[in-house]
C-alpha cells in the first residue's frame, strides 16, 4: 500500500512526498458509553492504519488526494471552508491549529487506508491523527501525541460537526503494540495495560447495520444519565457527585430505591461498566482470558437488557460466539445499535470461530459480516521521508 501511496504522490504532484504519517483505527475493548459520564474506558490501537504522505508548499494552499474517492480537493491552509464531505477530516486539524493559533503550512496530500470506513474502528480519527500529524511535522511545532490526539478530536467536533469523545483519537495517537491504553474521560490520564498471555486474539465482526437510529438513540441516552444523576443527588443517594462516574455498584440498592426504573437501568450499566473496566484491566494483567471473557459476556447483558442499545444482529453475532469453543466472551462495541461485534478469542481459533459466528449469522439474515482479526499496534509514527526508509520501516510497524 505504501508503495502504491508514494506513486499515488509522484504523478499526481511531480515529486516525491517528504515524510508519511500513519495513525492506526481502534478498537474498544470494555467501557461503552462510560465516557460522557466521566468513566473508564479500555481501547487499543489496532493493525489496520491510514497513511498521509506530505510535502510542503510555500503558497498556503493544501491539496488532497484520497484512494477510492474521485475528487481531489484544494483548500486554504490557515481558513479552510467545511464542505460536509470526506475533506472535512482532511481540513478539520488545519481548523483546530489555526483555533489554537498555531500557523498551519500549505501541503499536498496523498491519503490510502485499509481502515474499513464506517465499520467502527474509527477510520475518521486514524485519517485526522494522520493529518495532524504531518502537519506537525510540515510546521515544526513541538506537540505531543496527546496534543495530536486534542487536534485531532477538535478537528471533529468543531469542524466536521460530529459530538464524539476524544477516546478514538487517544487510542490512534497513543497506543502501543501488545497493550490496551486505559483512559480516564474525566482526567484525560492515561495508562498502558499489557496484555499477557500471548494467546489472546481479537475478532471484529460488522453486523453490516449502520447505526441510523444512533444519533437519537445517543442522545437519548446522555439525556437519561443526566436524568439519573440529577434524580440520585435529589434523594440524597449521591448529593455530591458530579457524574454516574462518582457512584459505585455499592450505591445501586440505594439507587433502585430513588430512580425511576429507566434511569436507575441507565445508572446501572454505567456504573458496573466503569467497575468492569479496572476488573478487565486486571484480567489482561494477569492473563487470565476466562476471566477477561466472563467481564465481556457480562457487559454486552449490561448493554442490551439495562442500557437498551442492541440489536438482533449484535445479540445474534455474540451468542454465536460465545457458543463456539476457543472464544472466551463477546460483546457489541462502539455505541450499539448497529457497528461491530470483539470476541476475545484463543488465537488457534480465532478462524474457526470467525467462520462460525458467519455462519450462524448467515442462517439467520441471509448474508455474510465481514471478519477482520485485529492486534493491538502502536500509535500514530512517522515514516522519515525517503523511499529507502519508508521501504524499511513499513513492515516491522
Ligand atoms: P468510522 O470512524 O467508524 O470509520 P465515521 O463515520 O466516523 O466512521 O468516519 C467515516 C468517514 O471518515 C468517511 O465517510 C470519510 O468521510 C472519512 N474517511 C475515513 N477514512 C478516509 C480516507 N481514507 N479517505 C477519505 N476519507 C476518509
Ligand atoms: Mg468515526
Known sequence: MLETL????????????????????RVNLIGEHTDYNEGLVLPC???????VAAAGRSDGR???????????AEFTAAAPVRRGDWVDYVAGPFFAFAERGLAAPGLDLAIASDVPRGAGLSSSAALAVAVACALREGSGQALSARDLAELAHRAETGFVGVPCGVMDQM???????????????RTLATETVPIAGGDAALLVVHSGVHRRLAAGGYAQRVAECRAALAQARAAGVAPRARALRDLSPADLPALERALEPVPFRRARHVITENARVDRFAGAL????????????REAMASLRDDYAVSTRELDALCAAGDGT?????????????????????????????????????????????????VRPSSG??????????VRRRSTPL
Open 45 to 51: 490501537a489496532i493493525d489496520r492504519a491510514t497513511f
Open 325 to 373: 469453543p476457543g472464544c472466551y466472551g463477546s460483546r457489541l462495541t462502539g455505541a450499539g445499535w448497529g457497528g461491530c461485534t470483539l470476541h476475545l478469542v484463543r488465537s488457534d481459533a480465532a478462524e474457526r470461530v470467525a467462520e462460525s459466528v458467519g455462519a450462524a449469522f448467515e442462517r439467520a439474515f441471509g448474508r455474510r459480516p465481514e471478519a477482520w482479526r
Open 380 to 389: 500514530v509514527r512517522i515514516l522519515p521521508g525517503g523511499p529507502e526508509d
Open 285 to 296: 494483567r494477569a492473563g487470565d482470558l476466562p476471566a477477561a471473557g466472563a467481564l465481556l
Open 62 to 72: 493544501v491539496r488532497v488526494v484520497s484512494e477510492g474517492y474521485a475528487d481531489a
Open 6 to 25: 508514494r506513486e499515488t504522490f509522484r504523478a499526481r504532484y511531480g515529486r516525491d512526498p517528504e515524510l508519511v504519517a500513519r495513525a492506526p483505527g
Open 171 to 185: 487510542a490512534s495517537a497513543l497506543g502501543e503494540p501488545d497493550a490496551a491504553l486505559r483512559i480516564d474521560c
